[in-house]
């Protein structure tokens, strides 16, 4: 069972390049959403997908795009990354927006330098 | 402003005693509350979770504590045991309003368990 499956697993960027971290769940989920970590801060919500065909804002959503491909994909751009964006970043989905069980991808390590 | 809030960066507990995790929050609009379990190199994944409307939940050597009036819960591991050495974080949900299924997390505890 795949689950939550992220690509890449890590990657170096240097200041002002772009990239697009990708995500796709296989378990027909509703909602999925993108999360960053940075040590000692937990989890931050960047966005959200509820359903096919919406995003919504999180918490920290400045210096990303996001779009919601299709059910399955839903991915996550920098347009010009900054130092700042050096992070683990986790995609993860919901059966729907109200389901507490949320799937995880096993992340994405993206250094900025 | 954080809303939820794990104030114990580390736990350090024996193999068999009893680990308990705390977590605060601060929204009284939040109706469910999840604890999640991360190791290093992975993603987290879920561990236990537990409505508003109730004060406990119970599966297996893990159980939730609520008290809604404290705005306060707690994780309960008995016996702990090495492989329960992880991450753990509290989140919590509403499930109505503009924040309609956002996770809120807190910044974990490392949880060690010595043989």
């Known amino acids: 069972n795949a689950g939550v499956t992220q690509t890449p697993k890590f990657q170096v960027l240097k200041t002002g390049q772009s990239m697009t971290l990708q995500c796709a769940q296989d378990?027909?989920?509703?909602?999925m959403y993108w999360y960053r970590q940075d040590p000692g801060m937990g989890l931050r919500l960047i966005y959200y997908s509820a359903s096919e065909g919406t995003t919504d804002k999180g918490e920290v959503p400045n210096g990303y795009n996001v779009s919601r491909l299709n059910k399955r994909e839903f991915s996550l751009r920098l347009e010009s990354a900054a130092p700042s964006q050096t992070s683990v970043y986790f995609c993860?989905?919901?059966?729907?927006?109200?389901?507490?069980?949320?799937?995880f991808g096993q992340g994405t390590r993206l250094t900025v330098v | 402003d954080q809303q939820v809030k794990q104030n114990s960066p580390s736990l350090s507990v024996q193999e068999g005693r009893i680990s308990i995790l705390n977590c605060d929050y601060t929204?009284?609009?939040?109706?469910?509350f999840l604890w999640y379990k991360k190791y290093p190199a992975e993603g987290p994944t879920f561990l236990i979770s537990?409505?508003?409307?109730?004060d406990k939940n119970e599966d297996g050597r893990f159980t939730v504590f609520l008290n809604k009036s404290a705005k306060h819960l707690s994780l309960h591991i008995v016996p702990s045991q090495p492989g329960d050495s992880a991450v753990y974080f509290c989140a919590a949900l509403a499930d109505r309003g503009s924040t309609l299924g956002r996770l809120y997390f807190g910044r974990g505890t490392q949880l060690t368990v010595w043989p």
């Open positions: 537990i409505s508003s409307i109730k």
């Open positions: 929204n009284s609009m939040f109706d469910y």
């Open positions: 993860a989905s919901t059966r729907s927006p109200l389901n507490t069980e949320a799937f």
């Open positions: 378990m027909n989920h509703n909602s």
